[in-house]
């Protein structure tokens, strides 16, 4: 597939991928952690490598021409000159040092940057062993999750598999850093994002687009130059698949303008939604020849259905819905009227009370619940039961200055492992409203954790359930819970869901939401904001209730506080 050009470009210079400079920092991290370092530095080596596999310059060239790194987000003054030195010596001369001072277990951690290095070694003492190879052994024996349980078991199979994932959100970044190369440097006329990130799947295996394009070779060839290096796993006439630094894949289409519309539902759709549309009409690629089909739009047309949005693609009941012209009407960002699930410096946010506020009013929110941890969660600051009494009163004084948003006194209250929850009722009863989560004894079994749920639930001051299966994506597996039942329960009890929208968390899964509003149950979509900034995250929960087909009306916060009041009161 190379070029001659390429070829002999490559033997005179060895330039290094940014992948190849983002293992070196990586590793540097993961050394560093073993030694006595600041955790802040750590973090921000390990930041900047995952940043640098996202990059569609080559780091090379530009440390050769002497650019500024700094210019990067992630790239500081230490970490721009430790890559000028990888990419001018081929050397990092610390993470050498760090190697050879290092004991030959601690120095081989640094080929396997998901691995937390004082957890692996916690193992390593605990199980007598001193090698990855040992590791992987008691891992596959099931030794690990035996004498360390089931989340150190999960770490380490993580750890030890290469990352072929990514959240979405991060997703995005790439997607956008593609595009952007796809159209400057590689000179196509048109580029469209398909697959799973279009439909906005919470996690992301393989980025894809469509292109127009009269030199599909050598947008090929090009797109092997991204990041310095990428490589070519597959090509033919209309199609290539590049493996990205990142891990996961990219996959180009190349398309008619003509047939563009085709295309994009061919690309877009889920297996299961192309298998229904296949189902209404003939072999889907035999109606290109016939007609000229350039809009998506044409072409649901031409089958007599509505168009289709991409979040719907997934082969549930869209089709027949498109047929019978009853598709909902997804919910937007502009239908969001308030947030229902934001903490502040009372727990363990970032900004105060105000701060929040003043925030969600520039958002053009009506309304925004200040949910705190509750007492008990220690590690998150929980707010002291005569502290929330001192807040409630203090934002009763915010709100008396009628500063353009209503402050609502929340809370979010763990759910102990008895399923009662984490204050008294006297006190509960003076919220507007409550948000009750779990977060200890995820060993639970799904009979009890079901229980725990249900028992929670039958507390009068129990409004909203949150982040409801504990999940945290490419992280840990939600606890297990009985789903219809705690949906049926939150019906009788006149309780909701929520969908929180933190990339890591999309929980209810859109699976989960489709349910709970089959039900008749509404969901919040809601960020868990610990920040200012945070409160913009809701997008991805959108993104989720969308794939749930969730209209405004299934939404608990698209309503104004007046009617969300009555709701609210059980
Ligand atoms: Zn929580
Ligand atoms: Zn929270």
Known sequence: METHEEAESAQTSPALSNAEIADRLAGL?????????NP???????????????????????????????????????????????VLTGKLRKLDTLRGQAAPEIASLADYPRLDPKRTLRAYKKLGISSIESLR?????GEIESALGLRMAQHVRQGLSEAHAMLLYRADDLRDAIEEFLLTKCAVKRVQVVGASRRRVEVI?????????DDFPGVVRRMQRYGGRTALLESS?????????????????????????????????????????????????????????????????R???????????EG???????????????????????????????????????????????????YIGISDHSQSLKIASGVSVEDLWHQIKYIDKLNGKNDGIRILKSSEVDILADGSLDYPDDLLRELDYTVCSIHSRFGLN???????????????????????????????????????????????????FEINSSPDRLDLSADNARRAAAAGVLIAVNTDSHSMGELQLVRYGLDQARRAGLAKFAVLNCRPWQKLQALLKR
């Open 40 to 86: 802040y530095k750590v973090k921000a080596y390990h930041r900047a490598a995952a940043r640098i596999r996202l990059l569609s310059d080559s780091l090379d060239e530009l440390v050769r021409e002497d650019a500024d790194l700094t210019q990067f987000p992630g790239i500081g003054e230490a970490i721009a000159s430790a890559i000028r030195e990888i």
């Open 303 to 313: 089958l007599g259905l509505a168009y289709i949005e991409p979040e719907l693609r």
């Open 446 to 496: 799904r009979e009890q954790q079901t229980e725990r749920l249900l028992r929670a639930m039958d507390n009068r001051y129990f409004n909203i359930l949150g982040h409801a299966t504990g999940r945290l994506l490419l992280k840990r597996p939600g606890y297990e819970i009985d789903i219809d039942r705690v949906v049926e329960h939150a019906r009788r009890n006149g309780c909701f």
């Open 137 to 141: 052994e008691k891992l596959e024996s």
């Open 205 to 213: 295996e393989e980025i894809a687009f469509v292109i127009e394009t």
């Open 316 to 366: 549930n009941d869209e089709v027949e819905r498109a047929g019978t012209g009853s598709l909902p009407k997804l919910v937007t960002e502009a239908d969001i009227r308030g947030e229902l699930h934001a903490h502040s410096t009372s727990s363990d946010g970032v900004h105060s009370i105000e701060q929040m506020a003043a925030a969600a009013r520039q958002r053009g929110y009506e």
């Open 237 to 301: 006439a209309d199609g290539a698949v590049f493996g990205l630094a990142s891990g996961i894949t990219l996959r180009l289409r190349l398309c008619s303008a003509r047939a563009w519309g085709l295309c994009l539902v061919m690309e877009t759709g889920s297996e299961a939604h192309l298998k229904k549309l296949e189902a209404v009409t003939e072999r889907l690629t035999s109606l290109s020849g016939k007609t000229a089909l350039t809009t998506e739009t044409a072409f649901y047309r």
């Open 29 to 37: 991290a993961q050394l560093l952690s073993t030694q006595k370092e």
